[in-house]
């Protein structure tokens, strides 16, 4: 297994052994990413990472071997590192491209009897005028460059021992096999669990997702892949932009007509309707109090009835539970949760919540501040704000609780029931006189992290800041 740089990465070491990075043309100063001064020794290896640089070259206990590898684990932290298994660069088998940061390569003691299957979520696809294998559970996309190991994949798509495949002539070799494993394309099979097909592939959770599913949550969201994402607009100089509003269907109109001046005839939700806005910027001379804060709960997300039914199963099925909350979910599913990242609410300390709807009350959750602070910033970044929201709401889905029953439509339903909130909490800060706004992204991986959820579990599916606006109506704009 060899490390080395990825194409648009440059890495210069100066006489006093400072590191010097220059990512796609830019210089980034050692500070930014985290490298420190290297000595001789481990400066006279640097070279070799553009070529590739032999993870099993490096001595255990020998200091530049040592140093070596914490840059290299850094540099993989960032994203700015590949993995290679092969001979040499014109020769290699595969190349791994970590999809997380802090990614780093695994082999996992593989045994002749155990049997290996491809799991359910890989693909290959074309690239470029590459081939990849991908899946939504894998920490690092897999470059294939040698035929034979597609090949052994197609091999794969049913359960095989270790010692048949080895004895192959187009055996692809335990090093890459064990790799597969560790990134959850190939998995092995629990014969206890059955035949390797899909009720004998991971946690229950995972049994209930669609492919289609968990590829979309992990690929439109943040944290397990390195795609560009938001607004990139990639093809403005190809592609002319849509008109904002449909050009008309021919034919004679049939005039709606205008009704009585703006206001005078207008419904209080009309009104509220009408004022509903984005709010970006924040007045933190006055922040939102905690009474706000439960109010809008309250309103918008508090449990208000529950009842059991045995839906179309009948008296001996599975009794399913429901909770009905304000606003409407697809089958009464009710999958979302909330979370607060609290940044200034008078009355509530700064910190992370989760919203116990049942019991309309706040559970703080012991995470590390760097984490909220994490949230916060990237809630920031995404608002184009120069400070923190008051209040981060992160939007989380209990995806078995709409998996459990649906098929095909289980993830477009939860992002619709997202869409549901996002404006019920649009309309209801709106009436009390606080602003907000919605955002598209969400890292999964953070929130895993923070909460020890696996990402197939619970996770993030939709963000909304909350607090007081700022008097000047336009602010928010
Ligand atoms: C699903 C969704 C995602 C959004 N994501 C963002 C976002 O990431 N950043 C942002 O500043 N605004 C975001 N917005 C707010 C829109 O930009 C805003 O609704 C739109 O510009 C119309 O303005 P208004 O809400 O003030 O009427 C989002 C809105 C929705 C509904």
């Known amino acids: 297994m060899r490390a080395r740089l990825n194409p648009f990465v440059e890495l210069a070491v100066g006489g006093d052994g400072t590191v010097v990075a220059t990512i796609d043309g830019a210089t980034v100063s050692a500070g ?211 008109p904002a509003v449909r050009p008309p269907w021919p034919g004679d109109k049939i005039a709606l007509g205008d009704l009585a001046p703006a206001g005078e005839q207008d419904s209080a939700v009309t009104k509220v309707l009408h004022e509903r806005l984005s709010t970006r910027v924040f007045d933190d001379q006055h922040p939102i109090t905690l009474s706000e804060v439960a109010r809008l709960l309250d309103a918008i997300a508090r449990i208000r009835s529950k009842w059991d039914s045995t839906l179309h199963f009948g008296p001996s099925g599975p009794v399913v539970h429901f909770a009905k909350r304000p606003y409407p979910s697809g089958g009464a599913s009710y999958p979302l949760e909330l979370y607060l990242s609290v940044s200034k609410c008078d009355g509530l300390a700064s910190g992370f919540y989760h919203y116990d709807a049942d019991a309309h009350a706040l559970v703080p959750i012991e995470v590390r501040q760097e984490e909220i602070d994490g949230l916060l910033l990237g809630a920031s970044f995404a608002t184009g704000a120069s400070v923190s929201p008051q209040i981060l709401i992160t939007i989380t889905a209990r995806f078995g609780r709409v998996t459990w029953k649906y098929s095909s439509i289980a993830y477009a339903l939860i992002l619709k029931d997202v869409g549901v909130l996002m404006q019920t909490l649009y309309i209801m800060a709106t009436d009390l006189g606080l602003g907000g706004c919605a955002i598209g992204t969400a890292d999964i991986n953070r929130f895993a992290r923070m909460t020890g959820l696996a990402f197939h579990v619970e996770g993030p599916v939709g963000q909304f800041t909350i607090g007081r606006p700022t008097t000047s109506p336009a602010a928010g704009r």
């Open 32 to 242: 930014e990413i985290g490298l420190k001064p290297l000595s001789t020794g481990a400066a006279k290896l640097v070279p070799e990472l553009k070529s590739g640089l032999a993870l099993d070259q490096l001595s255990a206990g020998e200091a530049a071997s040592e140093e070596i590898e914490r840059l290299i684990r850094r540099l993989a932290m960032q994203g700015l590192l590949e993995f290679a298994l092969g001979h040499s660069r014109e020769d290699d088998a595969v190349i791994i491209e970590p999809l997380i940061p802090g990614y780093w390569p695994r082999m996992p003691q593989l045994d002749d009897a155990d049997l290996l299957a491809l799991s359910r979520f890989a693909y290959v696809r074309r690239r470029g005028n590459e081939l990849v294998i991908e899946s939504p559970l894998a920490d690092a996309l897999i470059r294939i460059c040698d035929a034979k190991i597609a090949a052994a994949l197609v091999l794969l798509s049913s359960p095989q021992s270790l010692a048949d495949l080895a004895r192959r002539e187009d055996f692809p070799g335990y090093e890459l096999l064990a790799l597969l494993v560790d990134c959850q394309i190939l998995f092995k099979v629990d014969r206890a669990r059955g035949d390797g097909l899909r009720t004998g592939e991971g946690d229950d959770s995972l049994i209930l997702w669609d492919f289609h599913d968990l590829l979309f949550h992990t690929r439109s969201t943040q944290g397990r892949h390195a795609n560009p994402l938001g607004s990139t607009c990639p093809y403005a100089g190809q592609i002319a932009p849509l």
